[in-house]
Each structure stands twice: as structure tokens, then as C-alpha cells.
């Protein structure tokens, strides 16, 4: 009998038994243009994901016409860990905050826009007039907009800062991406982001604002959209409840920890095991460690799919969400990822005849957050979707399941 691989999640026998759903908040769907057996397939596919044994935690929370058909959850916040995890098992619920990673970084260029809207800052106007440090060594002429959009030629850490304890210190980590030098200048190639252009962008939240990040982010976002989680990193009260990321699956070939160094300053396996650090959890890292529950993260993409609007409540001008998803060039193979990918000034945008939010997904708008989580909001469907989850794993069978969670979505509430 073959060896289960020790760094996958132990699975129980029934999935009911560790299944919470928040009936309370879930609208029929036969009131929403849906048969039951739709609601019933998208489930059965994230039952498969979480059966991959890649995460410990899995929650979802779908709205189609501005009305919950899904908020549910799978698994435990912890005492279910690979590789000897230890601790009394909690459920997971609903409820459950969950680091976005880099599904962060659409809520954080949500702030951007925020001061653009107010008259504070400007998306074509170079990031040097409102930082002038920024503007040496070709990163003069740099636009707000190309920094939102993975064009500002700063995707990589440089070399000789490749620590990643950098993140902990704010005014060391703009220092030195103030100083670095652009491996573009002309803001046509584009290449992903991963951490470095949230620190620019959070420091020009910052000058413009006066505020700190997470005064902007309650003020402007997680207060109007009535968060009680969605916060940089998560305070030392709520995080017995908030899931613990677990890294499960095969150990990454060593090309792919190389990159992760080169972008992050640390391998796959030491990013999960730095998720988890008293810093990460502590300091404002606007690409990569807002938390929020499904329902919170959906909420966000609701407000943009309403046009800025949530729940009868203003939070964004129409205007704002119209100059927020226009596109930003045409598809080109991303420098850092190595795949084409659409981008818009601080989202991923959708594709036909297929893309990163599924088939005939040319109008949608989102963003992926370490590999598994997807947020996103598709207004040729009306629906907009918070996939969560706290495993982080290159298992194929993983990535293969959460793409087809995506395509259950897609495919069941097609109009």
C-alpha cells in the first residue's frame, strides 16, 4: 500500500463533518435565475479541491444579483497541520479570516484610486512628484498607473537586500526601491510585482493622505463595506481564529524556489513559514497580507461590480470604478510569470476564450493571491466570488481542482 505524502492535510472521512454554512445569509437560488443543482456543482467542486488534502481550510462566498447564493466553509483553522502539527482541531467557519497574499494588492490600489477620486494624487502623474526619492537611476518619468499595472520596471528585490526581514522596516524597504534600479524605463514591458510595488504605492497613500495605511484602509474601505477583519495583517486578538497557512504538497523543483527568492527573499517553503511570523502578522505589507473573510473580500468586488456602490451606500464614484478596469495595454506575456496576463491599474482582467476567472471571462476583474486564492467579479454573469483557503501547495491535482472550482462557477451561473 503506497505512503500518504506527510505534508498533505489529513483528511476526515465525511466532509459534512467539518462543513459550516451560513444558511442565514444564503438566498435561494431559484429567486437568483439559478436551478438548486447549480448551487450543488459548485460545491461538489470545491468538496474536491479541499479532498486534495492541499489545504486545511477552504471557504467560499458567492453573490449573483448583489445576493448571497454561497458563504460556506471547509476544514479547520488549525490542529489539523501536515508534517506534525499539533494543537486541539478548531472549525473552521464562515467567518474565518484568511490572508488574501497578493489578493491584497487590489484592495490596496483600491486606496490609490480612493486619493485620486479625492483630488490627492493623479494615475498619469509621475510617482516622483508626489515621492521625489523615487525619481533616479530612469524612474523619473514612472506614472502612478504604470506602478498599479506591473510596468514600473521594479518587480525584483535587489540582490543585496534579498532579506526578507526587509518587509519589517518600512522606511528601509521604500529606501531601497528608491534606489534601485529599473531593469525598464519605458513602462512597456510588464512584469509582475509581487511585493515591491506595494511599498511605493503604500507610501503614497501615506504623503498624499496623511493617514496611516490602516486608518486609510478602515476610512476608505473596510468600515463602509461593514468589515470587522479586513485589516493589514491581523490583530494579536483575532488570531486563535484567523487560519494558519500550511505549505502541503511536493517540495517546489529548484527553479521555482529560485524565483521566489529572487522576487520575495525567501524559497516557497520559507514564505509559507514567514506568513505565519509575528512580523507578517503584525506590520502593513500592502502586496501581500490584508486578511478578510470570503464574505469581506466579496464584498469588495460587489462594490466595484455595482459601480461603486454597496448595499445603498456611496463608497467609490462610478467614475472611479470605470477608470479602475480599464485595461492597460493589450495581453502580453507577464516578464515575471511567464504567462500572458491582462492587467488594469491594480487588478487582473479576465480573458476570452478563457482566463484567469475562467471561460468567456473577458470583462471580468479580480486577482489571484498565491496560486489558490481568487477573487474576482464578472459583470456579464452579475456575480462576484471570494475563493479562500490556507494551504499553499504546487501539487498539480491542486491547481487542477481550483481551476475547475472556477470553472463550476462560471459554468453554473452563465447567463
Known amino acids: 500500500m503506497p505512503r500518504r505524502k506527510r505534508n498533505l492535510v489529513a483528511l476526515p472521512r465525511l466532509l459534512a463533518s467539518i462543513t459550516r ?20 456543482a459548485i460545491w461538489s467542486a470545491a468538496g474536491a479541491l479541499y479532498r486534495t488534502g492541499a489545504h486545511q481550510a477552504l471557504t467560499i ?16 483553522v488549525r490542529g489539523n497541520e501536515p508534517e506534525g502539527g499539533a494543537g486541539e482541531a478548531t472549525l473552521a467557519s464562515p467567518e474565518t479570516p484568511i490572508c488574501l497574499f497578493s489578493a491584497s494588492k487590489a484592495i490596496s490600489g483600491l486606496l490609490v484610486h480612493k486619493l485620486v477620486e479625492m483630488g490627492k494624487l493623479e494615475l498619469d502623474e509621475p510617482v516622483s512628484r ?8 530612469g524612474k523619473e518619468r514612472t506614472t502612478v498607473r504604470q506602478l498599479l499595472s506591473h510596468r514600473a520596471g521594479i518587480p525584483a528585490v535587489p540582490s543585496k537586500n534579498r532579506d526578507y526581514r526587509i518587509m519589517y522596516d518600512w522606511d528601509a524597504a521604500v529606501a531601497m526601491l528608491c534606489a534601485a534600479k529599473p531593469y525598464n524605463v519605458t513602462g512597456e514591458r510588464q512584469a509582475y510585482h509581487a511585493i515591491t510595488g506595494g511599498f511605493i504605492l503604500g507610501e503614497l497613500i501615506r504623503r498624499a493622505s496623511g493617514l496611516s495605511l490602516q ?50 527573499g525567501a524559497n516557497f517553503r520559507e514564505v509559507v513559514r ?11 505589507i500592502p502586496s501581500v497580507n490584508i486578511f478578510a473573510t470570503a464574505d469581506e473580500a466579496g464584498r469588495v468586488f460587489q462594490m466595484l461590480l455595482n459601480g461603486g456602490e454597496f448595499e445603498g451606500r456611496r463608497v467609490f464614484a462610478k467614475e472611479t470604478v470605470a477608470e479602475l478596469i480599464k485595461p492597460m495595454g493589450s495581453r502580453q506575456f507577464d516578464g515575471m510569470l511567464g504567462l500572458p496576463v491582462r492587467f488594469c491599474a491594480g487588478l487582473m482582467l479576465g480573458d476570452n476564450p478563457v482566463g484567469m476567472f475562467g471561460r468567456k ?16 467579479a464578472d459583470p456579464d454573469r452579475d456575480i462576484s466570488v471570494a475563493i479562500l483557503n490556507n494551504g499553499k501547495s504546487l501539487a498539480p491535482n491542486s491547481l487542477a481542482r481550483t481551476a475547475r472550482l472556477i470553472d463550476a462557477v462560471c459554468m453554473q451561473t452563465q447567463a
Open 130 to 137: 508626489y515621492i521625489p526619492e523615487y525619481g533616479q537611476k
Open 61 to 76: 462566498n458567492i453573490r449573483r444579483h448583489g445576493k448571497v447564493i454561497m458563504n460556506r466553509s471547509i476544514g479547520h
Open 274 to 284: 514567514v506568513s505565519n511570523e509575528a512580523g507578517f502578522l503584525s506590520c502593513p
Open 215 to 264: 486608518q486609510a484602509l478602515y476610512q476608505w474601505l473596510a468600515e463602509p463595506l461593514g468589515c470587522k477583519y479586513m485589516t493589514f495583517g491581523i490583530a494579536p486578538e483575532y488570531r486563535d481564529i484567523a487560519a494558519r497557512n500550511v505549505f502541503t504538497g511536493p517540495r517546489p523543483p529548484w527553479f521555482l524556489d529560485w524565483a521566489a527568492k529572487r522576487v520575495l
Open 361 to 376: 471571462s473577458r470583462h471580468a476583474f479580480g486577482h489571484l493571491g498565491f496560486l489558490n486564492i481568487v477573487c474576482w
Open 21 to 40: 454554512i451560513d444558511s442565514a445569509s444564503e438566498c435561494a437560488p431559484e429567486d437568483l435565475g439559478l436551478r438548486r443543482d447549480a448551487i450543488d
